[in-house]
């Protein structure tokens, strides 16, 4: 959880100086802090990708579950999720998204929900949120704050103060999902858990270039099943005595 908490808090002193002095950050600033975090997330992909003791599980690993992420379609479905809600809360009675100056209570609404999405549907949430609750490792969720609490500011310093609210939501889900991964890993070995981070260290590459450097557009979403292939595929060469 303290990956979680962290990030939460990165969310609301992010979203303080948003409203104080977001004005006076230049949008250049911004996106270089976020292009250097990047490379940085990148080079941490490659860190905990060495893990694996050997490199095929992986690959295998994220071969199986990216055909999987693909026939279920789970990058369309967040993407798709992200703007259901969105319309879903805040449509005006004409049936288009509310704005600032529709009433006080509509912008921060605005705000709030915007937020959450960003911090909370993507894969480095879920990932980081395992990589803590499985090992107490929270270097993902460390990452990931910075980042939030960059986006916080932006956010704040244009939508108001239901952005720092978001944090709530930041810190129930992924809380969940650290607690959740905490009781179902207890019984995962050191093999298991060396396999899942360099699987998670391939995503968050994906992750690097594609959301944070912009280079090329990657469906990471669709990885996330590799997650849970590879446990499956160490246990089962566990099972049979395979040694890998």
């Not at 490199?55 to 295998?60: A, K, S, T």
């Not at 060396?194 to 944070?212: D, F, P, Q, R």
Request: proline share 1%.
């Amino acid at each position: 959880m303290t990956g979680t908490i962290l990030n939460a808090a990165a969310v609301i002193l992010g979203g303080l100086i948003g409203l104080f002095f977001g004005q006076r950050i230049s949008s250049k600033l911004r996106e270089t802090l976020v292009h250097g975090l990047g490379l940085f997330t990148m080079a941490y992909g490659v860190f905990i990708f060495m893990k694996t003791q050997n490199i095929l599980i992986p690959l295998i690993s994220l071969i199986i579950g990216t055909i999987f992420g693909e026939w279920w379609l789970l990058e369309d479905r967040l993407e798709t999720l992200g703007e259901s809600i969105k319309k879903r809360i805040y449509k005006t009675q004409s049936g288009e998204l509310a704005t600032k100056g529709d009433s006080r209570n509509q912008y921060f609404v605005d705000g709030f929900v915007t937020a959450s999405l960003l911090f909370c549907i993507g894969p480095m949430a879920i990932l980081g949120s395992l990589q803590d609750g499985l090992t107490g490792d929270y270097q993902m969720l460390a990452i990931k704050s910075l980042l939030d609490g960059i986006a916080a500011i932006a956010f704040a310093s244009t939508l108001g103060v239901g952005v720092l609210f978001s944090a709530v939501i930041v810190f129930l889900y992924q809380g969940a999902i650290s607690l959740a991964a905490k009781f179902i890993g207890q019984g995962f070995g050191e093999a298991t858990v060396n396999e899942m981070t360099a699987v998670g260290g391939l995503i968050l590459l994906g992750i690097g270039i594609s959301n944070l450097l912009g280079l090329k557009k990657i469906r990471t979403g669709s990885f996330l099943p590799a997650l849970f292939v590879v446990v499956l595929l160490v246990i089962l060469l566990e099972k049979f005595g395979i040694a890998y």
